[in-house]
């Protein structure tokens, strides 16, 4: 676990912009996206993509910029904006804001911020190389409900986080005692190659990843954690869920748009309208469909109600793996 990020301090008061004669709330500056981690990946590439989105179709009259803020899993980027409290500082975050906050890593999570819109929803998978002897994730978890520790499981992401957790809630809807599962923690990029040479027997990953391995022949993907098959692919068609083995559960990768904690009604709505336009673009639908991203947007209230339902039941697994205490 890393140290405690304390960047917190007290925020300041929310700053600048005006109330027109309508009603409608007008920043008086250029927005800043904040992507809370380094250039590439799912934070940053949401980010620009929804900028270059806004900026070339014309949905906003003032310009969105994106700015990287990298360090503590998110923590630095949200300290940030905590502290800034200013409706102009927006930040793109996605499942570990609930993680990193929750297993202490950070003073701040989603309740700390406005919730102003979710754009997409991306997804898990769970693979294993060609000659495995699964074919589904009916045969492992089957296997593993009696031997749970015989079955090693690889991530990317550190122990209590994202990889781990879809596998967990996964084998956790199973069956499966979750507190005997091996799971191993490869953040240096060598999940896929542990698999590969028979080190380790299952990746837990992005569907993307899986789908490339398996594409080459190399893997076999024993299920993805959407709710239903994905589309518009012809490969990714044949890809099973969770549900149709059986699995009542699926993870979603959301990615959604935060603002400072104080926003108005009038800088809320400001928002809303904007994402709402680029997420119904043809443009942004293009940008969906070249990186296998899936449509999912929720305004605010929508938004936030999502966030507190998977908060509660994430909280409760983590609870049960001893990360947290009562």
């Given at each position: 676990?890393?140290?405690?990020?304390l960047?917190?301090?007290?925020?300041?008061?929310?700053?600048?912009?005006?109330?027109?004669?309508?009603g409608?709330?007008?920043?008086?500056r250029?927005?800043?996206?904040?992507?809370?981690?380094?250039?590439?990946?799912?934070?940053d590439?949401?980010?620009?993509?929804?900028?270059?989105?806004?900026?070339?179709?014309?949905?906003?009259?003032?310009?969105?910029?994106?700015?990287?803020?990298?360090?503590?899993?998110?923590?630095?980027?949200?300290?940030y904006?905590?502290?800034?409290?200013?409706?102009?500082?927006?930040?793109?975050?996605s499942?570990p804001?609930?993680?990193?906050?929750?297993?202490?890593?950070?003073?701040?999570?989603?309740?700390?911020?406005?919730?102003?819109?979710?754009?997409?929803?991306?997804?898990?998978?769970?693979?294993?190389?060609?000659?495995?002897?699964?074919?589904?994730?009916d045969?492992?978890?089957?296997?593993?409900?009696?031997?749970?520790?015989n079955?090693?499981?690889?991530?990317?992401?550190?122990?209590?986080?994202?990889?781990?957790?879809?596998?967990?809630?996964?084998a956790?809807?199973?069956?499966?005692?979750?507190?005997?599962?091996?799971y191993?923690?490869?953040?240096?990029?060598?999940?896929?190659?542990?698999?590969?040479?028979?080190s380790?027997?299952?990746?837990?990953?992005?569907?993307?990843?899986?789908?490339?391995?398996?594409?080459?022949?190399?893997?076999?993907?024993?299920?993805?954690?959407?709710?239903?098959?994905?589309?518009?692919?012809?490969?990714?068609?044949?890809?099973?869920?969770g549900?149709?083995q059986?699995?009542?559960?699926e993870?979603?990768?959301?990615?959604?748009?935060?603002?400072?904690?104080?926003?108005?009604?009038?800088?809320?709505?400001?928002?809303e309208?904007?994402?709402?336009?680029?997420?119904?673009?043809?443009?942004?639908?293009?940008?969906r469909?070249?990186?296998?991203?899936?449509?999912?947007?929720?305004?605010?209230?929508?938004?936030k109600?999502?966030l507190?339902?998977q908060?509660?039941?994430?909280?409760g697994?983590?609870?049960?793996?001893?990360f947290?205490?009562?």
């Amino acid at each position: 676990m890393i140290g405690l990020i304390l960047l917190a301090g007290c925020s300041s008061p929310v700053q600048s912009g005006s109330v027109n004669e309508n009603g409608e709330w007008e920043p008086d500056r250029s927005i800043e996206i904040i992507a809370p981690s380094a250039a590439g990946g799912g934070w940053d590439t949401t980010a620009r993509m929804l900028a270059r989105t806004i900026d070339e179709e014309n949905l906003a009259n003032h310009g969105f910029g994106v700015v990287n803020k990298p360090g503590g899993g998110g923590a630095v980027g949200w300290a940030y904006i905590h502290k800034r409290n200013d409706p102009h500082n927006l930040f793109i975050s996605s499942p570990p804001i609930h993680f990193i906050a929750l297993n202490g890593q950070s003073p701040y999570g989603y309740e700390d911020f406005t919730p102003i819109a979710n754009l997409i929803a991306d997804y898990g998978a769970f693979a294993v190389r060609a000659d495995a002897r699964w074919d589904s994730l009916d045969e492992l978890f089957a296997e593993m409900r009696e031997e749970p520790e015989n079955v090693t499981v690889v991530g990317h992401s550190s122990p209590g986080s994202m990889d781990h957790m879809q596998f967990i809630l996964f084998a956790n809807a199973a069956g499966v005692d979750i507190t005997k599962i091996r799971y191993i923690s490869d953040q240096e990029g060598g999940a896929m190659t542990s698999v590969l040479n028979g080190s380790i027997d299952v990746v837990s990953t992005g569907v993307s990843d899986a789908a490339e391995q398996a594409r080459a022949g190399k893997m076999k993907v024993l299920g993805i954690t959407a709710p239903e098959r994905l589309q518009g692919d012809e490969f990714l068609e044949t890809l099973p869920t969770g549900r149709e083995q059986g699995i009542d559960t699926e993870f979603i990768v959301w990615r959604g748009i935060f603002g400072p904690p104080d926003m108005t009604e009038e800088q809320l709505a400001f928002y809303e309208s904007i994402f709402k336009a680029t997420s119904e673009s043809e443009a942004f639908a293009e940008i969906r469909n070249m990186y296998g991203w899936d449509e999912r947007f929720m305004n605010s209230t929508e938004f936030k109600a999502f966030l507190d339902e998977q908060s509660i039941e994430l909280e409760g697994v983590l609870k049960e793996l001893g990360f947290l205490r009562d």
